[in-house]
Each structure stands twice: as C-alpha cells, then as structure tokens.
C-alpha cells in the first residue's frame, strides 16, 4: 500500500450513545461532507471511533481548517495512511517528525504514542514506542520527554486504518449539528446573541436566525452588521435563514400603549410571539435568545419569567449564568466578538426610559397589551418578515 495523506477526526461524546450512536455517527458524516465540499479530491470512511478523510497533500491544510469547525469533532490530526508494516509506520513516523520539528524550529522534544485497536499485530504498544522513538532519535537528534513533549508523534494500528501523524488540531466538540433540532436564535448586533446560537449548535442544533430592524432608528449599517454576525455563525453551521422583522410602527404603539418604565418587556414578550411564528412555521422546536441572567433591566428573574409567558415555544438561553467576560473570551474564540463590537443601535434600546423596571407585574403588562390587537400585530409583523439565506 502507497501511503496516502488524509485528516484523522476524533468525536468525543458520541461515542456515549449507546443505542443511538449510529444517529449521531452519521449526521457527523454528514456535517463532515458538507464541510469539504469543493475539495474534489476528498474521500470520507468511517472507521470505528475515527473519521478518516483521504484527501491529495495540496488540500490537506484547507480541508483540516474546514474539519476543526465541525461539531461532533473533537480534533483532527493531518495524517498519512499507510499499510499495517512496522518498517513503514518508523518511515512515516520519522517523516511526520521530521516536518514537525521544522515548523516549529530548533530540537523540540518529542514521544512517540501508539495505540493498537489491532491487537493481532505482533509488537506491543511499548516496544513500538520505544523503537520508533529510537529511530527518530537516531536520525533527527530530537530529544526525549514522556511527559511533557513539544512533539507527540501518534501511531494508531487498526483492523481498517493504520495511520501516522504528528499534530493535534482541538475541534469544538459537542454534537453534530442537525442531531438535536431546529432553533429560531432571536439575533442582535451585540456579543452575546451571536454566542448563544453558537453554543446551541454545538448542542446538535440548527439554527433559523430572527432580527427585528426599526429602521430608521436602527440604520442599515446594524442590518449589515447582524447579516455578517449570521455569516460567521454559518462558517460553523452551513447557510442560515435570516428572518429580518420590520418592527418600527409596532414598536412605537407598544411604546404608548403601557407605562414607560414597562416598554421594553412588551417589546420582548412582542418579538418572542413573532419569533415563536415564525419557528412554527419552519418547524423549529425552540427559541434561543442571549439574555443572560440579570445583565440588563429586562434580564432580572421576574422580567425573564414575565417575558416568556408570551412565548408559545420553550427558550434556550445558552449564556443565561455566564458573566461578561466568560461570553466575551467565547466570542473572541468563534470570530463574532470583533464584528459585535463595531458600534451598532439597538430596538430594544430605544424609546427607553431612564428607570425601567425590574420586576414587571403580568398584569400590568397584560393591561397595556390589551389596548392592542397583539396577536394580529404579530402576524402582521411575520407576515412580513423578509427572508435572506446567509453563508
């Protein structure tokens, strides 16, 4: 057998599945071709634990960029596939060192860490190890460390794959998306929105998106910005249904139907039932939303409760006991944070008065909203939605 290059992907809790591994095996496959798609010379087997995507050397770095943003994988590792061949696997071990050791410069230490699914190949784990390293030692310089090395160089012998490699790229984990469900993510221009869907994806979710837009008192400028927080969301996820809402007249009735300090709660309860039809209609099964526990006026544990009684669908709220730093350092991880940053206006933040309030009663606001035709305002506003398909 000719050696041949490939991307080796890990997944980590899949395989706690039990009976329903095979599900989840095969939406990973499935998000794993979606990801490679346009690299012509990719070739996808699914290997007990393993992923294994044979793919020409000239690919090989673009494809392990896609691979490392697929949910459900744990790592990926650039690797050569080569025949179960003690002589060969020393070969190759030595070439992956030996390019190893050049991108980092100088004499990086290293180990060399075998496992053998195979347990009919006639060395042991330990006596490959220590061969192997003999090897690279003899022919490279390199030194030694068990415990601490720059370089692992893994060795991996199985029934199907006997494969070599000498890098570790960490993938976000999780579950594949499209595993749990659809998800309507009600999306700002802020950090923590575009955060939630994240890590709602990576709980298996696939995500519609929903933004409500008061032009002209939020510009284009914030349309565009939001459009470009879905755009990097999609990098991770594939194209998203971006529902952009027109929310300026009914916002303004809602301003004057109630007591200011009680604005922006009918604001929220208003977008929850829109977003809740809109997820209705596309088969969503849950809203997912940025609120995080107590950061704003309307994120008290009342408000929370009293805004939620207007939503028809249960709300996810991935962020909802992390502080702001914690959201932050996510954000900074994905790529939204530098995008999210960019100054932007609000719906929610305007009309605002300078004391909302913190412990909204549901009768107070049932009050207000009875002034209203609510639930004909909020298909009139879903009614109208415009679609655009982002990524």
């Given amino acids: 057998m000719t050696p041949r290059d490939a991307c080796v992907l890990r997944f980590g809790e899949i395989f706690l599945k039990g009976g329903n591994r095979s599900f989840f095996e095969a939406r990973l496959v499935e998000s794993v071709r979606r990801a490679i798609a346009g690299l012509p010379s990719a070739k996808i087997d699914k290997v007990h634990t393993r992923v294994i995507v044979e793919i020409d050397a000239a690919d090989r770095s673009r494809a392990v960029a896609r691979l490392a943003r697929v949910f459900g994988v744990s790592s990926v590792s650039p690797a050569r596939i080569c025949a179960p061949d003690l ?27 075998c496992r053998r699914s195979d347990k009919t190949f ?7 190890n220590r061969d192997v390293g003999a090897r690279i030692v003899g022919e490279l310089g390199l030194p030694v460390d068990v415990h601490h090395p720059d370089i692992t160089v893994g060795i991996e012998i199985g029934q199907q794959r006997s494969f070599v490699y000498a890098e570790t790229v960490p993938g976000p984990g999780g579950l594949p998306v499209g595993s749990t469900g659809l998800v309507n993510l009600l999306i700002s221009g802020g950090i923590d929105s575009p955060v939630a869907g994240w890590l709602a994806m990576k ?24 459009t470009d927080l879905v755009r990097l969301l999609s990098e991770w996820h594939g194209p998203i249904p971006l529902h952009v809402v027109h929310f300026t007249e009914p916002q303004k009735a809602l301003r004057e139907a109630g007591p200011a300090e009680l604005a922006v709660v009918l604001y929220r309860r208003m977008m929850m039932r829109v977003a809740t039809l809109l997820a209705r209609r596309a088969g969503a099964a849950a809203l997912c939303t940025g609120e995080s526990l107590a950061q704003v006026a309307s994120q008290t544990l009342g408000n929370l409760a009293v805004i939620e009684e207007a939503a028809g669908l249960i709300v996810l709220r991935p962020v909802l006991t992390n502080d702001k730093l914690e959201t932050v350092a996510v954000a900074q991880k994905i790529g939204t944070y530098d995008t999210s940053i960019q100054p932007y206006d609000d719906c929610c933040s305007l009309f605002v008065p300078a004391h909302p309030s913190t412990h909204a009663r549901l009768e107070s606001v049932q009050d207000a909203e009875a002034k209203l035709d609510i639930a004909g305002l909020a298909r009139q506003m879903a009614d109208g939605a415009e679609v655009v398909m982002v990524g």
Avoid: Q, W
């Avoid at 060969?88 to 060399?112: C, H």
């Fill in 203 to 226: 709980r298996g979710c696939t995500l519609m998106a929903t933004y409500f837009h008061s032009f002209p008192y939020t510009g284009d400028k914030t349309r565009e910005k939001v």
């Fill in 87 to 113: 002589t060969l696997l020393a070969d190759e071990a030595v070439r992956a060192a030996t390019e190893a050791a050049g991108a980092r410069g100088g004499k990086p230490s290293f180990k060399v860490d």
């Fill in 122 to 128: 006639p060395a042991r784990s330990d006596d490959i």
